[in-house]
Protein backbone atom coordinates (compact mmCIF):
# COMPACT_ATOMS: atom_id res chain seq x y z
CA UNK A 1 0.00 0.00 0.00
CA UNK A 2 1.44 3.16 -1.49
CA UNK A 3 1.85 6.04 1.78
CA UNK A 4 -0.19 8.44 2.48
CA UNK A 5 0.58 12.23 1.25
CA UNK A 6 2.49 12.95 3.75
CA UNK A 7 1.33 16.43 6.27
CA UNK A 8 4.24 18.63 4.41
CA UNK A 9 3.30 17.93 1.08
CA UNK A 10 -0.73 18.39 1.64
CA UNK A 11 -0.51 22.47 0.25
CA UNK A 12 1.40 20.90 -3.05
CA UNK A 13 -0.44 20.77 -6.10
CA UNK A 14 -1.10 17.37 -7.56
CA UNK A 15 -0.59 16.24 -10.93
CA UNK A 16 -2.34 12.86 -11.47
CA UNK A 17 -3.91 11.95 -7.77
CA UNK A 18 0.44 12.42 -7.09
CA UNK A 19 2.37 15.29 -5.03
CA UNK A 20 4.32 17.54 -7.00
CA UNK A 21 7.66 18.14 -6.08
CA UNK A 22 8.73 21.48 -5.66
CA UNK A 23 11.73 20.82 -7.84
CA UNK A 24 9.54 19.37 -10.49
CA UNK A 25 9.96 21.09 -13.81
CA UNK A 26 6.08 23.16 -14.61
CA UNK A 27 6.08 23.23 -18.89
CA UNK A 28 3.35 25.13 -20.55
CA UNK A 29 1.05 24.52 -17.05
CA UNK A 30 2.18 20.85 -16.59
CA UNK A 31 4.26 19.47 -13.99
CA UNK A 32 6.88 17.67 -15.83
CA UNK A 33 7.76 14.59 -13.60
CA UNK A 34 11.71 13.52 -13.92
CA UNK A 35 12.82 16.14 -14.95
CA UNK A 36 14.01 19.60 -12.87
CA UNK A 37 13.48 23.06 -12.80
CA UNK A 38 17.43 24.49 -12.60
CA UNK A 39 16.56 27.65 -10.78
CA UNK A 40 14.43 25.74 -7.65
CA UNK A 41 16.83 23.34 -7.94
CA UNK A 42 19.68 25.78 -7.46
CA UNK A 43 17.84 27.27 -4.47
CA UNK A 44 16.77 24.05 -2.65
CA UNK A 45 20.75 23.07 -2.63
CA UNK A 46 22.00 26.51 -1.01
CA UNK A 47 19.04 27.23 1.12
CA UNK A 48 19.02 23.51 2.49
CA UNK A 49 15.35 22.67 0.90
CA UNK A 50 13.29 19.74 0.84
CA UNK A 51 13.25 19.04 -3.30
CA UNK A 52 9.14 17.44 -2.58
CA UNK A 53 8.06 20.26 -0.18
CA UNK A 54 10.53 22.79 -0.10
CA UNK A 55 10.00 23.17 3.84
CA UNK A 56 13.64 23.82 5.25
CA UNK A 57 15.24 20.38 6.38
CA UNK A 58 15.44 19.56 9.82
CA UNK A 59 17.73 17.25 11.94
CA UNK A 60 18.28 14.49 9.40
CA UNK A 61 17.67 14.19 5.64
CA UNK A 62 17.71 11.78 2.89
CA UNK A 63 19.62 12.13 -0.31
CA UNK A 64 19.00 9.67 -3.42
CA UNK A 65 22.33 7.41 -4.08
CA UNK A 66 23.20 5.44 -7.36
CA UNK A 67 26.23 3.67 -8.10
CA UNK A 68 27.42 6.74 -10.30
CA UNK A 69 26.74 9.29 -7.66
CA UNK A 70 29.20 7.00 -5.28
CA UNK A 71 31.86 7.31 -7.61
CA UNK A 72 31.47 10.71 -8.36
CA UNK A 73 31.16 11.62 -4.55
CA UNK A 74 27.88 13.51 -4.26
CA UNK A 75 24.16 13.13 -4.93
CA UNK A 76 22.99 15.43 -7.88
CA UNK A 77 19.29 15.94 -6.58
CA UNK A 78 18.24 18.39 -3.70
CA UNK A 79 17.94 16.11 -0.07
CA UNK A 80 14.52 14.99 1.43
CA UNK A 81 13.14 14.87 5.03
CA UNK A 82 12.47 11.55 6.34
CA UNK A 83 8.53 12.07 5.93
CA UNK A 84 9.11 12.88 2.26
CA UNK A 85 11.16 10.11 1.01
CA UNK A 86 8.81 7.53 1.41
CA UNK A 87 6.16 9.13 -0.50
CA UNK A 88 8.44 9.39 -3.34
CA UNK A 89 10.29 5.96 -3.38
CA UNK A 90 6.90 4.25 -3.57
CA UNK A 91 5.50 7.01 -6.25
CA UNK A 92 8.47 7.68 -8.79
CA UNK A 93 8.91 4.94 -11.35
CA UNK A 94 12.69 5.02 -11.07
CA UNK A 95 12.54 4.27 -7.51
CA UNK A 96 9.90 1.82 -6.94
CA UNK A 97 11.19 -0.47 -9.95
CA UNK A 98 8.37 -0.10 -12.50
CA UNK A 99 10.94 1.78 -14.93
CA UNK A 100 13.11 -1.19 -15.56
CA UNK A 101 14.82 1.27 -18.50
CA UNK A 102 16.16 5.10 -18.37
CA UNK A 103 14.36 7.11 -21.27
CA UNK A 104 15.74 6.71 -24.83
CA UNK A 105 14.99 10.69 -25.43
CA UNK A 106 14.79 13.86 -23.19
CA UNK A 107 11.52 13.88 -21.65
CA UNK A 108 10.29 17.20 -22.58
CA UNK A 109 10.56 15.45 -26.54
CA UNK A 110 7.98 14.11 -25.79
CA UNK A 111 5.29 16.41 -23.50
CA UNK A 112 3.07 17.51 -24.24
CA UNK A 113 1.34 15.26 -26.36
CA UNK A 114 4.44 13.77 -27.88
CA UNK A 115 5.65 16.85 -29.88
CA UNK A 116 8.43 19.28 -29.35
CA UNK A 117 8.20 22.68 -27.62
CA UNK A 118 7.88 25.13 -30.32
CA UNK A 119 6.91 28.23 -28.53
CA UNK A 120 10.26 30.60 -28.66
CA UNK A 121 9.20 32.93 -25.66
CA UNK A 122 8.73 29.29 -23.15
CA UNK A 123 11.32 29.29 -20.37
CA UNK A 124 11.95 25.51 -21.15
CA UNK A 125 15.35 23.76 -21.12
CA UNK A 126 16.88 23.22 -24.58
CA UNK A 127 15.83 19.81 -25.83
CA UNK A 128 19.21 18.54 -26.35
CA UNK A 129 19.90 15.83 -23.69
CA UNK A 130 22.48 16.54 -20.78
CA UNK A 131 25.51 13.97 -20.90
CA UNK A 132 24.11 12.37 -17.91
CA UNK A 133 20.74 11.63 -19.77
CA UNK A 134 23.28 10.71 -22.82
CA UNK A 135 25.06 8.20 -20.96
CA UNK A 136 22.03 6.69 -19.43
CA UNK A 137 19.66 6.26 -23.00
CA UNK A 138 17.57 3.30 -22.62
CA UNK A 139 20.66 1.14 -20.11
CA UNK A 140 18.94 -0.76 -17.54
CA UNK A 141 17.89 1.16 -14.40
CA UNK A 142 20.77 1.22 -11.78
CA UNK A 143 20.34 0.21 -8.25
CA UNK A 144 18.90 2.73 -5.71
CA UNK A 145 19.44 3.73 -2.13
CA UNK A 146 18.30 6.43 0.23
CA UNK A 147 21.00 7.33 2.60
CA UNK A 148 20.30 8.91 5.94
CA UNK A 149 22.70 12.23 6.90
CA UNK A 150 22.77 14.33 9.94
CA UNK A 151 22.39 18.13 8.90
CA UNK A 152 25.31 19.01 10.51
CA UNK A 153 27.62 17.22 7.83
CA UNK A 154 25.08 18.90 4.85
CA UNK A 155 27.88 19.64 2.55
CA UNK A 156 27.53 20.96 -1.53
CA UNK A 157 29.64 20.26 -4.15
CA UNK A 158 30.82 22.81 -6.76
CA UNK A 159 32.38 22.47 -10.16
CA UNK A 160 35.70 24.65 -10.90
CA UNK A 161 34.19 26.26 -13.50
CA UNK A 162 30.68 26.96 -12.17
CA UNK A 163 31.38 27.44 -8.04
CA UNK A 164 28.14 29.76 -7.93
CA UNK A 165 26.07 26.64 -9.18
CA UNK A 166 26.25 23.40 -6.81
CA UNK A 167 26.47 20.10 -8.69
CA UNK A 168 25.34 18.25 -6.04
CA UNK A 169 25.14 17.06 -2.29
CA UNK A 170 28.49 15.60 -0.80
CA UNK A 171 28.13 11.41 0.17
CA UNK A 172 32.13 11.97 1.36
CA UNK A 173 30.44 12.61 5.14
CA UNK A 174 29.39 10.30 7.55
CA UNK A 175 25.53 8.06 6.96
CA UNK A 176 23.32 7.24 9.57
CA UNK A 177 21.39 4.63 7.64
CA UNK A 178 21.38 3.13 3.68
CA UNK A 179 18.43 1.66 2.71
CA UNK A 180 18.00 0.23 -0.50
CA UNK A 181 15.01 1.33 -2.25
CA UNK A 182 15.63 -0.60 -6.18
CA UNK A 183 18.17 -2.97 -7.54
CA UNK A 184 19.60 -2.69 -10.37
CA UNK A 185 17.81 -4.34 -13.84
CA UNK A 186 19.58 -7.41 -15.23
CA UNK A 187 21.40 -7.18 -18.47
CA UNK A 188 19.66 -9.85 -20.74
CA UNK A 189 23.26 -11.27 -20.43
CA UNK A 190 22.97 -11.39 -16.57
CA UNK A 191 19.85 -12.52 -16.03
CA UNK A 192 20.60 -15.90 -17.97
CA UNK A 193 23.55 -16.02 -16.03
CA UNK A 194 21.37 -15.80 -12.78
CA UNK A 195 18.94 -18.29 -14.29
CA UNK A 196 21.39 -20.95 -14.84
CA UNK A 197 22.74 -20.00 -11.10
CA UNK A 198 19.53 -20.82 -9.83
CA UNK A 199 19.06 -23.73 -11.65
CA UNK A 200 22.02 -24.98 -10.19
CA UNK A 201 21.57 -24.07 -6.91
CA UNK A 202 18.08 -25.82 -7.22
CA UNK A 203 19.23 -28.91 -8.45
CA UNK A 204 21.40 -29.40 -5.97
Known amino acids: ?13 LAGGLVVPWVSLIH ?7 SLDADRTRRAFLQRLCQICSQPLQERFFVIVRPADQQQGYSPEPALHPECQPYTAAN ?4 NGTATHYRTRPLLASHPAGRP ?3 PSCPCPEL ?12 PADRYEAWMIHTRNYRLVFPPDRPEVPSGISLDVPVLRERVLRTATLTPE ?3 LMDLWH ?6
Open 1 to 13: MSPAIPVRCLARP
Open 117 to 119: CTD
Open 92 to 95: CPML
Open 28 to 34: NGHAVFG
Open 190 to 192: QQH
Open 128 to 139: TPDEGHTARSGR
Open 199 to 204: ALMNGS
